[in-house]
């Protein structure tokens, strides 16, 4: 069975409690649970936080109650494979064995179910050690990146033989975005980090990969979330 998992740290520098802040008419958090509690492949739902209140609400929908994620955890440099290997470890015992850990970032909003079900396929069809979202790169380390040299020259990032003088010619570049995971649970388990096994991309398109991470990020998400509702594309 597959294992639906958010976490959802109480503190945030960037937008202090943004995971349980009103976002388009509900705590920004509902917005993964609703799609977590909605996917009929989802067995369960865990949700990792150190806040009580964020940790009341999710239990209160029907989340697994596995207690309060430990202090270190809890912390803004707490990895987030080491948050993942808690929950799994603490919600085996409540729910029993997993097939597949799904992983949806609570920062993430703006996936739509069929992102889910779409990871979920890959990672059935291909049995990778992880599926992880990504879009292609809006910069480019081959063409429109640059750092400086040793005496302080901008040099492009990752230069190729003759150079690449349009963008379409680079070679493709993607970033990694907390849309959803999908991990086999031995992986998770086992591995110390996120690259140590084989993890496929899947790719989404630029428009549903804005991650909230300061006020600027938290309205233009809103924009957007906005406009994919009076699309009907999404219910509140």
């Not at 940790?55 to 202090?71: C, F, K, N, Q, S």
């Not at 992880?132 to 020259?153: H, I, Q, W």
């Not at 649970?185 to 804005?210: K, N």
């Amino acid at each position: 069975m597959i294992l639906g998992h958010i976490g959802a740290r109480k503190g945030s520098k960037g937008v202090p409690g943004k995971n349980f802040r009103t976002l388009c008419g509900k705590p920004l958090i509902d917005w993964s649970l609703d799609q977590l509690f909605a996917n009929a492949r989802v067995g369960a739902v865990v949700v990792s936080t150190d806040d009580p209140a964020i940790y009341a609400h999710a239990v209160a929908r029907g989340a697994l109650d596995i207690g309060l994620r430990p202090a270190e955890l809890a912390t803004d440099t707490a990895p987030k494979w080491g948050v993942w290997q808690h929950a799994l470890a603490a919600s085996e015992p409540l729910y029993g064995p997993v097939s597949a850990f799904l992983d949806l970032d609570c920062t993430s909003p703006l996936r739509i179910p069929e992102d889910i079900d779409g990871a979920l396929d890959k990672f059935e069809a291909e049995h990778p050690d992880m599926v992880m979202s990504v879009c292609e790169a809006r910069k480019n380390p081959y063409f429109n990146l640059v750092e400086p040299d040793a005496t302080g020259a901008l040099q492009v990032s990752k230069p190729l033989p003759g150079g690449v003088w349009a963008r379409q010619d680079a070679p493709v570049v993607y970033e990694h975005v907390g849309v959803v995971y999908v991990l086999a649970p031995a992986y998770l388990r086992q591995a110390r980090t996120i690259y140590e096994g084989r993890v496929v991309p899947f790719v989404l398109p630029s428009e549903r990969c804005h991650d909230i991470d300061t006020p600027y990020d938290f309205r233009l998400v809103e924009f957007l979330l906005t406009e994919q509702l009076n699309a009907g594309v999404r219910k509140v």
